[in-house]
């Protein structure tokens, strides 16, 4: 252990002459076994991968140095771009018929108290410190800031705990629309401080043009983009092209905001409503594919939201404006949903917990930062860039605890199951068949005979005096018997049985057990302990039933909840 210890931070030492396919890859590894291990306590993998990044990050390890992290910046683009299309293809036109009205309410009340809330604790505290100029500015920006809801650590916890319900729906609503919001309150408080600081040289006017400008050019261009993806992939029925049509429209439609200073996130999540809205059956396959493509993205992305927390110079001042900063914006968003849901007659579960999942900040938050870093003086700027990271970094710790928390309140936590997530919680003996006749190995067959005809199974376990399992008649089986062989009343069940090709234990994962099903071509597996006693049998078909069964129940519960808001 002592070895393993000196060779990592040996290995840290040496971070800086690493190469970068070697850095993205410790990082990707250890943000994954990071999540494991949070995830067995209990808590959303995501705290997992900012964790990781903290312990490799330029504070501690320095296995990413600032500089790397620095290199890697264009990567987060991708990273929010991946996010924003996943998202898009979450907001169907059905849900703002819906939903519309309530979601603009909410989005409305809950940015602005985060704002107005935000920015008189943060103003009344740097009043203390500075002047009235100083704290006017400082306090109108991180009201802007703080009014963005990052989307990649909402969605990450919906996709881990499987929401569904109005909860959810909502809250996928409020987190593609937070960000013009966001736009729009930042530009007026940029405003505002220049004006302030003496830095300001267009009037708040021109400000506001700027950023509806950049929101409409945004959307325009991810609409543009999703309506040519969508009639490519009208035309392409090869998983890999679709993947790749898809994955290097998102990169251009990124690329192209880039370029052209627009937003990343609003261009791709247009893309992705476009899609979704415009053919939602053909374009289905196509987020199936990316989300499936995209997890070390996430990872990598996330890990990286912890490496950049590298705080030098942090002062009472700095301490006091992080404290009012992450409580103004737990009070601000707690308070402005639930009046939003309230006055928009959203449901109680709305009204209730819509709150708690709106805390996480990340990639809008960052880049508005970035923004006003250099926006301002370096005595404002450095204020800025040490308050939000330490303000973004608590809130990406605290939000996704608190979204999960909201969720299993709402009961919605494994609402959106699929056949294939509850293959994998289940073991054989969850849905075994253990009301199954069993033949005696010496039955006669006027006695089989009478089973088959009072029974609709087609699968009959054989067993020996001892009741272990020897062999199995199947109706197949019996039917090709009888074409044959000439039938005769002295035939017994050890003559026209099969043998055993493969058997299981009901400790065994359901998922194995099917694959080993699918592998061998068999329709049942007889179930056994301590040996070959026979304990029942695994049908294959039987199973496909009874979840499809379950997962019906939980879409009326779904459906339950929506007619309650």
């Known amino acids: 252990?002592?070895?393993?210890?000196?060779?990592?931070?040996?290995?840290?030492?040496?971070?800086?002459?690493?190469?970068?396919?070697?850095?993205?890859?410790?990082?990707?590894?250890?943000?994954?076994?990071?999540?494991?291990?949070f995830q067995k306590m209990h808590v959303p993998q995501v705290v997992g991968y900012v964790f990781i990044g903290i312990l490799i990050g330029p504070m501690i390890m320095k296995v990413l140095s600032s500089d790397t992290v620095q290199r890697l910046e264009p990567f987060n683009y991708f990273a929010l771009g991946i996010i924003g299309f996943m998202v898009g293809g979450e907001l169907k036109k059905d849900m703002f018929i819906r939903f519309g009205k309530q979601a603009v309410s909410i989005l409305l009340f809950e940015g602005v108290a985060a704002f107005l809330v935000v920015g008189l604790l943060t103003f009344g505290i740097t009043w203390y410190f500075s002047n009235i100029s100083t704290a006017i500015a400082v306090g109108v920006v991180f009201g802007g800031i703080c009014t963005a809801t990052d989307p990649a650590s909402t969605l990450q916890v919906l996709w881990e705990y499987k929401c569904r319900g109005p909860l959810s729906t909502m809250l996928m609503a409020i987190v593609a629309l937070d960000d013009a919001l966001a736009l729009v309150l930042y530009a007026i408080a940029v405003s505002i401080a220049s004006v302030f600081t003496g830095m300001g040289e267009a009037s708040f006017a021109v400000a506001l043009i700027h950023s509806f400008l950049e929101i409409v050019l945004s959307l325009g261009q991810g609409v543009i983009a999703g309506m040519i993806l969508t009639w490519i992939l009208k035309h392409n029925d090869e998983s890999e092209k679709i993947l790749v049509f898809t994955i290097s429209s998102v990169m251009l439609s990124i690329g192209i905001a880039m370029a052209f200073h627009l937003d990343v996130i609003l261009a791709s999540m247009a893309l992705g409503i476009t899609m979704i809205n415009l053919a939602p059956r053909r374009t289905k396959g196509a987020f199936e594919l990316v989300h499936k493509f995209a997890a070390p993205i996430y990872v990598l992305f996330f890990v990286l939201v912890g490496a950049r927390l590298n705080i030098t110079n942090f002062n009472r001042m700095v301490a006091m404006l992080a404290v009012a900063y992450v409580c103004g914006s737990l009070l601000g968003k707690t308070m402005g949903s639930y009046l939003g849901a309230r006055s928009s007659k959203a449901g109680g579960v709305i009204r209730k917990y819509l709150g708690f999942c709106l805390y996480p900040q990340g990639g809008i938050a960052v880049g508005l930062l970035i923004a006003a870093s250099h926006r301002f003086d370096s005595e404002i700027g450095q204020i800025i860039v040490m308050v939000v990271v330490t303000g973004v970094f608590t809130l990406q710790i605290i939000g996704p605890i608190c979204t999960k928390f909201g969720m299993r309140k709402a009961r919605e936590i494994n609402m959106n199951i699929t056949e294939e997530d509850l293959i994998k919680s289940y073991n054989v003996s969850d849905l075994a068949e253990t009301d199954v006749a069993v033949i005696d190995s010496n039955m006669s067959i006027t006695k089989i005979l009478e089973i088959l005809g009072d029974t609709d199974l087609f699968y009959y376990p054989v067993v020996d005096k001892a009741k272990k399992l020897i062999g199995a008649i199947t109706m197949d089986g019996v039917r090709n018997t009888f074409t044959t062989t000439e039938m005769h009343e002295w035939l017994i069940a050890l003559d026209i049985m099969e043998p055993i090709i493969a058997k299981t234990t009901g400790d065994v994962p359901l998922s194995k057990a099917l694959r080993e099903t699918k592998n061998l071509q068999l329709e049942y597996l007889p179930i056994v302990e301590n040996g070959d006693t026979l304990k029942g049998v695994l049908d294959a078909r039987g199973v496909s039933r009874k979840l499809s069964t379950i997962i019906l129940e939980k879409q009326k519960e779904v459906d339950e909840l929506q007619s309650q808001m």
Not at 15 to 21: C, G, P, Q, R, T
Not at 25 to 37: Q, Y
């Open 1 to 37: 252990m002592v070895c393993l210890f000196e060779n990592v931070l040996a290995l840290a030492d040496r971070a800086e002459h690493l190469n970068i396919v070697l850095i993205v890859g410790l990082a990707i590894f250890g943000g994954t076994v990071g999540a494991k291990l």
